[in-house]
């Protein structure tokens, strides 16, 4: 009977890893893992990069459209809010019909809203075209995890994972600073022809050289049955809340922390190329790090404790002024802090999800953009009302919500550490 369950796939979690781990090697023989994996990372950069395109921006924006730096900071909540209902749809249908029609349709939209947003005449019309590239940019992580938990062991699924979602910090490295040195140069509408073309760029490669689909994946529409199974694991339903609220405190901060400095330092957008420039180093060596958390038996300590301290730095930053590089140091050592937690835990969801891996990776990315929209309505509404000193104490106050869930049911990300 357990040989006979495994063979039709009808259990979208535990035991359905077998006919996962069946189709890996059959997909390992049709490709190099190494060029697939820098096609992969090539289109999940410029569709990052297509998000991150706002905060360097909000400046300029509010300027050009005539409306103030709290509304325009909406367009980051449009986006993320966006890719969170994205992020509902995106795991099923990829888990049941392939990898591959996902992405192609996703870099397909992205491209076009993108560039469609430089000759946007409103701020109407600029929130209507970013939920459509949040719509579709959530398309891209969570199908991005499942094909690589596709053809990668599972000895090594952490550190492929950590690696794919630590160009969060590789993008902030490279895009953010390089955004705001064309926006000084030609104007805000000059990074979203630049972006549009990088994810033309990447919709050729991945049209080229992604795979096929295999012909063993189960085609069937499950979504319903996907996301019941999950969440009936304690572990999932425990780390989405710790996400969420987690990312509150990150993506406040990376929203508000350029025009904070401008608003606050009198520096120009080029100048903040620099600071922006620093803290996504260290941000991406947070990111990278997570490979190393998912793998400690006491990860939900390191999750609680880099939480915590993160918003104590993003409290400093905007509770205290002081010198602007004291602050850039502040911002740098909490973005850095912040950053393990999420890609620590897509990782850690992969030990859970059977053959639903990129169902599992889209509630992790839902908690992680809806921490996203919270995170930037919330600092907006905190800064049009009490200023930044608001969001400091928002940085602070979800953090040590978030460690305190974390610490209360630890040993549901504990208990399967080191199995694989």
């Known amino acids: 009977m357990g040989r006979a369950r495994r063979k039709s796939g009808r259990d979208s979690v535990g035991r359905t890893r077998d006919i996962g781990t069946q189709t890996a090697p059959a997909s390992a023989k049709e490709i190099n893992k190494g060029w697939f994996f820098t096609v992969l990372a090539l289109a999940v950069f410029a569709a990052l990069s297509a998000v991150f395109i706002v905060p360097p921006l909000l400046e300029d924006i509010a300027s050009d459209l005539e409306i103030s730096v709290a509304v325009a900071g909406q367009l980051a909540t ?41 000759f946007a005449p409103n701020i109407e019309t600029l929130l209507a075209l970013r939920v459509l590239t949040g719509l579709a940019g959530g398309t891209m992580p969570p199908t991005a995890v499942g094909a690589v938990s596709d053809v990668i062991s599972p000895a090594r699924r952490a550190q492929a994972v950590g690696a794919l979602l630590g160009l969060n910090g590789l993008t902030l490295l ?4 390089l955004i705001a ?58 780390a989405v809340a710790v996400g969420t609220t987690q990312r509150i405190a990150y993506w406040a901060t990376v929203t508000f922390f350029a025009v904070y400095l401008i608003n606050t330092y009198g520096v120009s957008v080029g100048f903040v190329a620099l600071p922006l420039a620093i803290t996504a180093v260290v941000q991406m060596a947070g990111s990278y790090s997570a490979a190393f958390v998912a793998q400690q038996r006491r ?20 509770s205290v002024e002081s010198n602007i590089w004291v602050a850039v140091a502040v911002a740098t050592v909490g973005t850095g802090l912040l950053s393990p937690a999420m890609p620590a835990l897509v990782a850690i969801s992969t030990e859970y999800s059977g053959e639903s891996k990129a169902t599992g990776a889209s509630l992790m990315g839902l908690s992680n953009q809806l921490g996203g929209a919270l995170g930037a309505a919330i600092a907006g509404a905190l800064l049009a009302n009490t200023g930044y000193a608001g969001i400091g104490y928002l940085c602070l106050g979800v953090t040590i919500a978030s460690a305190l869930m974390t610490s209360l049911f630890g040993r549901q990300f504990g208990e399967n550490a080191g199995r694989y």
């Open 78 to 118: 449009a986006t993320a809010a966006a890719w969170g209902v994205s992020l509902l749809l995106v795991g099923p249908l990829s888990d049941s019909f392939g990898r591959r029609p996902v992405v192609l349709a996703g870099l397909l939209v992205l491209a076009v809203s993108v560039t469609a947003s430089a």
């Open 181 to 238: 040195v064309l926006a000084d140069w030609r104007g805000w509408q000059l990074p979203f022809l630049v972006t549009g073309a990088l994810l033309a760029v990447g919709l050729v490669a991945n049209f080229i050289w992604f795979p096929r689909n295999n012909a063993q994946r189960t085609r069937s529409w499950g979504f319903f049955s996907r996301y019941r199974a999950l969440l009936s694991l304690r572990f999932f339903r425990v």
């Open 299 to 318: 990860r939900a300590m390191l999750i609680a404790g880099t939480s915590v301290a993160g918003g104590i730095c993003g409290f400093l930053l905007f």
């Open 174 to 177: 490279i895009t953010v600073p």
